[in-house]
């Protein structure tokens, strides 16, 4: 069973910097669109950013700017590069990998904090 595992998250303060990762623990074929999402305490998932296989990149607004998100197609490695963080930003945040054929992976989650 494929299993996408994120790293990179942790506390940091205001302003920081945090790069997550994430990699499939087996070989996923015809991987299309790979994207990051986060959920904070009783909210709803909310889109970050998506990258698609040629790297045409989609950011939420209130990470542009701020955020950047890469792909390796050679290893299926997505991240997300993260700076100038502020406390809103707390929150889960889980990678989403598509394949061509419809279906999709998600991660299991890591816990990003900003506070001082």
């Known amino acids: 069973q494929v299993q996408l595992v994120e790293s990179g998250g942790g506390l940091v303060q205001p302003g920081g910097s945090l790069r997550l990762s994430c990699a499939p623990s087996?070989?996923?074929?015809?991987?299309?669109?790979m994207g990051w999402y986060r959920q904070a305490p009783g909210k709803q998932r909310d889109l970050v950013a998506t990258i698609s296989r040629s790297g045409s990149t989609n950011y939420a607004d209130s990470v542009k700017g701020r955020f950047t998100i890469s792909r390796d197609n050679a290893k299926n490695t997505v991240y997300l590069s993260m700076n100038s963080l502020k406390p809103e930003d707390t929150a889960v945040y889980y990678c989403?990998?598509?394949?061509?054929?419809?279906?999709?992976?998600w991660g299991q989650g890591t816990q990003v904090t900003v506070s001082s």
């Open positions: 087996t070989n996923i074929f015809s991987i299309s669109a």
């Open positions: 989403k990998t598509s394949t061509t054929f419809g279906g999709y992976y």
